[in-house]
């Protein structure tokens, strides 16, 4: 059998083989810098809340239970509301009332939306909402960054 030869002394078999691994290596590198771009969370306030909604590469279940346990361990808030089918929860900490809602996108991907309250006279509590976000994508591990300030 007569082997073929390229200019560089590789056969065709060497040849095919690392243009395979070259092109699963740059598919990984793609995909590896897909999962390292950070969640955008869009922010809005209005004149009796602020929200922010962001779509974060983590199942629905797992980003609703953080939120859960992150209340549960807290002795300063209290769980108004638990929809474990829902995946809703509703907390205070007997001056404001905030919400989560998580709802799956896909197996991985879940849109989460925070709205907080925001009572007359406490202007630090505006930023409620981003805090309980932020949080959330601490203890998760995921990186987020504010997109837009309406």
């Known amino acids: 059998m007569r ?12 040849v095919k083989h690392l243009w395979m691994a070259a092109t699963l290596f740059a598919v990984l ?30 199942s629905a279940d797992k980003v609703y239970n953080t939120a859960l346990n992150m209340a549960e361990q807290r002795t300063d808030v209290k769980i108004l509301k638990k929809d474990d089918k829902a995946l809703f929860l509703e907390v205070t900490d007997g001056i404001q009332v905030a919400s989560l809602k998580a709802e799956p996108v896909s197996g991985e991907k879940t849109d989460v939306t925070i709205k907080a309250d925001v009572p007359e006279g406490k202007e630090k509590e505006k930023e409620l909402a981003l805090r309980i976000i932020n949080n959330i994508c601490n203890k998760l591990e995921v990186k987020c960054t504010v997109e837009k300030q309406l």
Do not use: L
């Not at 030869?5 to 590789?10: C, E, F, L, P």
């Not at 590198?29 to 969370?41: E, G, H, K, L, R």
């Open 3 to 14: 082997q073929v030869k390229t200019k560089s002394g590789m056969n065709r078999f060497g």
């Open 29 to 58: 590198s793609m995909a590896a810098c897909v999962a390292a771009i950070p969640v955008a969370i869009k922010y809005y306030k209005d004149a009796k809340f602020y929200a922010v909604r962001a779509e974060m590469p983590v």
